[in-house]
């Protein structure tokens, strides 16, 4: 056996084959042993015991984290998440490209962000780039560049220099990235059907869940599934609120369409009959829809329709939340999630999706791999 | 009690509270009396006796058959289509506006349609009016003529003379039908995206199958729930194939969205791992899909979100579907259905959804009552 520096002890250690009593020995960054519970440690080591009603498992992988640095670090900057994401059990992150300035849409502004990275992570972090109208040449050098694959929104971002690609610009971006291999990662609300919806303005929950129907994201994931079928290009649908969508991804994955789809911990644990009205934080895009939807999100994560659960961890300063006032409509539309986000959204005895042998309930546990 | 002329016996006889031993009175073309069996009959009366696993039912409504009468009557004309309707049970049908020429897209056409009709039809028949580039201001016309809605196409219908709405021309046409207070029929499957799926050429089933993905009805009736949605209009889903849809149906009628959605004994019956290559009388559009497909389209109808059943009888020529070539890209669309498409579709033993106290199984027995 290699030496052994630490040993963490416990009854119930999440391995790929069941949770079960088990200690782990590291030896500085390095797992260098896992072993029954009563193997006797190696001399020297120092021990760690976990409290019986304590899980010891892997570090998650949240693919899905605003960092907002430069530009609005006041917001949430590297230091902050990567320790927040720390604190919910996250060791690796990989960061969205907007809501930092500039945006991650050429290699001059992710070498900006790695300048502001360094040194201040907690974690490990991967960087997505971004697909904005214009910026297409950009995409091989980002991707060359190391950047996990390209988001891009099909209706205002909220946020203007992150702008989205309109629908005529989508194929030729599909292309591209199907031509360097990489991935398109999609914020699927359908425009037109936002901006003919109610509303959101005030502080009822029931207004502001109108002014974000499902039909808006059904249309935009029907007609992305689609262009992705046409291109043949990989595509990955973000933070699925709808469960409607849900048989339509199934059948075009049996068809070989190489898309994808994720959902997060508010969608999997709130329901809009629960959120008070003017509780803006609750607020997101798309919203936190009925208990039944939720219960159709959890039987597509035990399904295996849903392919992973990531946080969408986006925080704002206070104040543009709108507490004081309870304005949906005003309100920003990010949370922050990714400290709390497993606990809440994990295992739970007796929820399907979650039985130990998928103890982290969809949470990815090692390196992203994407489908197709 | 009045006068009965004739008396029809049965073991079972369907009536509202589900399947009973019953005599039925009539008199004229009236039902005057339904008594229980062993209830003595009127003197004189002309006593039919029918077979103890012969069955007693209203009859049926078809609302979706095609008339070819006048231009294509040697396709099906009314004294054909009638007679086989009334072999098959229907009493009723419901005439759509297209391959007859002209299409019933004015005033004047319903009225050459209506010419034909008079003494040569052996059931009730009613009249679907079209919705065609051009004519919106026809519409009112024929809403005050009598006809029943609107057909339109989203892509090519297969005959030149009825071009499908281009996407900009269907809100004022939804726009128009609210304010009649009438109906748009909507053959939902979204044109680019047929032209841009594999050739239907050839024999083989499975290429026919890929010519007309789910993806293509679950997009072009993810667009139209919105634009129903938007105008406060009543649409209806015509010939419902990908089960993909039914998720965003339910829950667009669960916001108070007025569609309604049929489909069809095909649908209901075969499945493409059955259809023998070059057999071109299976060629219907949307295509017979899978048997999971099938399934999950029994289960609608048995939840009640699938309304009604009716047959798209469209029959041809023999010529015309190619059972020589056995080509699926060249042969006509439609067949020959109503005259089988009850007995095919109807309850059966076992089957979710046709309980004796649905004895129809989803076809309608009663004048057609459209949702919302």
Redesign the interface.
């Known amino acids: 056996m290699q030496p052994v520096e630490t040993v963490l002890r416990a009854r119930r250690v999440a391995t790929p084959d069941g949770t079960a009593a088990r200690w782990v020995g590291v030896h500085g960054e390095r797992i260098v042993a896992v072993e029954p519970y009563d193997t006797p440690v190696p001399a020297g080591a120092r021990v760690v015991d976990l409290g019986v009603d304590e899980v010891l498992m892997p570090g998650l992988v949240d693919t899905h984290v605003h960092i907002n640095e430069p530009g609005r670090t006041e917001w949430e900057g590297f230091t902050s998440a990567t320790r927040a994401a720390a604190a919910g059990g996250v060791t690796t992150l990989i960061d969205m490209p907007l809501n930092s300035v500039p945006p991650t849409v050429d290699v001059e502004a992710l070498e900006v962000k790695r300048a502001c990275a360094r040194g201040a992570v907690a974690v490990d972090v991967g960087f997505w780039g971004g697909a904005v109208p214009g910026n297409l040449k950009e995409l091989r050098g980002l991707h060359e560049a190391g950047v996990f694959g390209f988001k891009c929104f099909l209706l205002d971002s909220g946020v203007e220099e992150f702008p989205p690609l309109q629908p005529d610009e989508l194929e030729p971006v599909l292309a591209e990235i199907a031509a360097l291999g990489s991935l398109l990662i999609v914020h699927a609300e359908?425009a037109?059907?936002i901006d003919?919806a109610p509303s959101a303005a005030g502080y009822r929950y029931a207004d502001f869940l109108?002014s974000r129907?499902?039909?808006?994201e059904?249309?935009a994931i029907?007609?992305l599934?689609?262009r992705v079928?046409?291109t043949g290009a990989r595509a990955h649908v973000l933070h699925l609120s709808?469960?409607?969508?849900?048989?339509?991804l199934?059948?075009?994955r049996r068809?070989g369409?190489a898309v994808t789809v994720e959902t997060c911990p508010h969608y999997l644990t709130f329901m809009a009959e629960s959120v008070p009205d003017g509780a803006t934080q609750y607020k997101c895009c798309p919203p936190i829809r009925e208990e039944a939807n939720r219960e159709?999100l959890w039987r597509g994560l035990a399904d295996g329709l849903i392919d992973i659960v990531v946080s969408d961890h986006s925080p704002s300063t206070p104040e543009l939340k709108q507490l004081d006032t309870g304005d949906f409509g005003a309100a920003w539309g990010g949370s922050p999630r990714c400290s709390w986000g497993w606990r809440r959204s994990g295992p739970r005895p007796g929820r399907a999706g979650t039985t130990s042998t998928t103890s982290s309930g969809g949470w990815p546990r090692g390196p992203p791999r994407w489908r197709g």
């Open positions: 359908d037109e059907a003919r109108a129907p499902r039909g808006a059904n249309l029907a007609w599934v689609d079928r046409w709808s469960s409607d969508a849900l048989p339509m199934a059948s075009a068809d369409v159709l």
